[in-house]
């Protein structure tokens, strides 16, 4: 059984290639129609901003978030953000910051027990809590020095 020489040819007679004519209508269509771009200033402008802002705010809700987790967070003398060493950058923690995030983001016994800063005062005697009885909901406790467990 022998094959014909032009079977492969009629298998293909189908095929069509694009005239050179329907490229340059393709390519325009792409160009212009399909692919946003910005022709203003000031539409990037208001676009930066807006990212500006929204990370700003997300910056500011993980503060906040945070403060109700451990005792005296907002009463820290001179400082603004318990764990962080730069207010506006929330990835600049303090030792105190690294041992928070290791504990869970929790006030537990063994965070309240250690002297993250290495100042001779533990966790909890810093924050108003020398016997660790404090717990997420209650007041924080009246103390008279409250300083700052991250920073000595």
Known sequence: MSMSTTTPIKAFRFLRLPSSRTLQQKD?????????????MATLKMLSLFVALAVMIQGLHGYTAYTSLFPNANNVKGVSC???????DPSTLNAFGYDFASAGRKWTQALCLVDSDGDGRS?????????????????????????DPGEN
């Open 82 to 88: 318990v764990g962080h060493t730069n207010q506006d």
């Open 28 to 40: 325009q269509l792409t160009h212009h129609n399909c692919i946003p771009h910005v022709n203003s």
């Open 123 to 147: 966790n909890g005697q810093e924050l108003g809590d020398p016997d660790c009885s404090w717990r997420v909901g209650d007041e924080s406790p009246e103390a008279g020095c409250i300083s």
